[in-house]
Nanobody, 127 residues
Framework: QVQLVESGGGLVQAGGSLRLSCAAS????????MGWFRQAPGKEREFVAT????????AYADSVKGRFTISRDNGQNTVYLQMNSLKPEDTAVYYC????????????????????WGQGTQVTVSS
């Protein structure tokens, strides 16, 4: 089992940046592919970004491509989401998630494939 704890959310003006962190504990972090998802009020939870166990493969939602970067530090058991050029539409609760499923990049975009989830961190972008 693995526990995930997100941090780094907050209030930022449009055009600004935030870096979210997700710290994992409980078993070797490198076993897991990781994903970031977000959910705004009244909206479905949506895929944001994913990264393979080694960090060699990443994928992004079209809405964040070119602005957000997912990365991981397996030595620190942490996955990051660097968010630049933030827009009010990015306002949501952001969740990190982990999976051992041996998933393809396309599969890693689906929330139902993930085994473990963090508690979420609020990101609010003002105009």
């Amino acid at each position: 089992q693995v526990q995930l704890v997100e941090s780094g959310g907050g209030l930022v003006q449009a055009g600004g940046s935030l870096r979210l962190s997700c710290a994992a504990s409980g078993r070797p972090f490198s076993y897991y592919a990781m994903g970031w998802f977000r959910q705004a009020p009244g909206k479905e939870r949506e895929f944001v970004a994913t990264i393979s166990q080694s960090g060699g493969s990443t994928a992004y939602a079209d809405s964040v491509k070119g602005r957000f970067t997912i990365s991981r530090d397996n030595g620190q058991n942490t996955v990051y989401l660097q968010m630049n050029s933030l827009k009010p539409e990015d306002t949501a609760v952001y969740y990190c998630a982990a999976t051992l499923g041996g998933l393809s990049p396309a599969q890693r975009m689906g929330a139902s494939w993930y085994n473990y989830w963090g508690q979420g961190t609020q990101v609010t972008v003002s105009s």
